[in-house]
């Protein structure tokens, strides 16, 4: 039997009280969406005649199988990927301007985090923050990123059009908190997805998962924010930005034993919306990348052998959504706290 996989892969010394059964680490990767009034994508690329991908994975063991020859191994992207399909439609993905960017957590993020766990009364200190990513300095290609995570309506297009296989409920981890099949979570993200599953929908798409490098600018910008939005914590702003562990949390079964920040308060228990919280938008405007449900790259973790996860969870308090935090997931399986959104290169990048 495949074990449950914790939350939170950093704060060593609150790990404990964070980790619970229904919380399981995961992967995210979120989903295009339009920048008008709709969020949703454009409809799935699919190429007449050509082998339905989404086929290929129906089984339980396909799901999860690795080293597909179309998508690769996964997080094997270690560096961004190039030659994008120049024919892609860009709806609902907001640019990324490239160049030479800082990324990773200096010691004055550290200590600030530290503040703010305590402001929190979560008690975090400088030994707890043991898994923050390592500063670095990279250059990336422009590039585009979805400005929400895919939901469960537009994946299930991508289902209804035979490019995707529907979550798997048998190989998500708490299926009592998967998106996929419930009306209500239609604006959702989806969870329960494996890898192959998310590379597969983002494939349809002409698009990918983002590397570490590229979701943590997206999230950060050039200033280096320690949330999206800016470096004060949810909990001192007067306006919601983000789904986290907080009062509405606090209510619900799920909480016990947790550490909720009742002064915080999104109005969701569980998840929420995609682009419910426009006042927590990144630099460049992508929503969603705080909290709600975590989001999946395509890179190793810096201190795991699995694949870095990224954004924190509606389980984690407000500071555990800081960007620079490490969190991984297992490639092979689905959880109901991983999700994801797609990227590509922009094309004059590319040339």
């Known amino acids: 039997m495949r074990r449950k996989q914790r939350l939170l892969a950093l704060p060593r010394g609150v790990e404990r009280g964070l980790r619970i059964g229904i919380l399981g680490i995961c992967g995210s990767v979120l989903t295009a969406c339009s920048a008008s009034t709709s969020h949703e994508p454009s409809e799935p690329a699919v190429q007449a005649g050509s082998p339905r991908r989404g086929s290929e994975a129906g089984s339980s063991q396909g799901v999860g199988a690795r080293g597909n020859s179309d998508l690769g191994e996964p997080c094997a992207a270690k560096e961004q990927p190039a030659a994008p399909r120049t024919d892609a439609p860009t709806d609902g993905m907001g640019l990324v301007p490239g160049g030479r960017v800082q990324l990773g957590a200096s010691e004055a993020d550290l200590r600030k985090l530290v503040e703010v766990s305590q402001a929190d009364g979560l008690r975090w200190s400088r030994a707890d923050l043991g ?6 300095q990279v250059v990336l290609a422009a590039y585009y990123l979805d400005l929400y995570p895919v939901s469960v309506k537009a994946y299930a297009r991508c289902v209804d059009a035979g490019a995707c296989t529907e979550p798997n409920m048998a190989d998500c981890s708490d299926p009592e908190f998967a998106t996929w099949g419930k009306p209500k979570y239609a604006e959702h993200p989806v969870n329960c997805v494996s890898w192959k599953q998310a590379m597969t929908y983002c494939d349809s798409r002409g698009a990918r998962l983002p590397t570490l490098d590229e979701w943590e600018f997206a999230a950060r910008g050039p200033e280096g924010r320690l949330f999206p939005w800016g470096d004060t914590p949810a909990s001192q702003l007067q306006s919601r930005v983000g789904n986290f562990a907080d009062r509405s949390f606090a209510a619900s079964p799920e909480s016990a034993g947790l550490f909720p920040v009742v002064s915080y308060d999104d109005g969701y228990a569980r998840t929420s919306p995609v682009g419910a919280f426009p006042a927590g938008a990144s630099p460049f405007g992508h929503l969603d990348m705080a909290g709600g ?12 052998r699995q694949c870095a996860r990224r954004g924190g969870s509606w389980g984690q308090p407000p500071v555990a959504a800081a960007s620079v935090f490490e969190d991984f997931y297992n490639p092979d399986y689905g959880s109901p706290h991983t999700a994801f959104r797609c990227a590509r290169t922009a094309a004059a990048a590319a040339k």
């Open 131 to 136: 898994s923050a990513t390592p500063t670095r």
């Open 293 to 304: 449900i975590g989001e999946m790259t395509n890179s190793p973790n810096f201190s795991e």
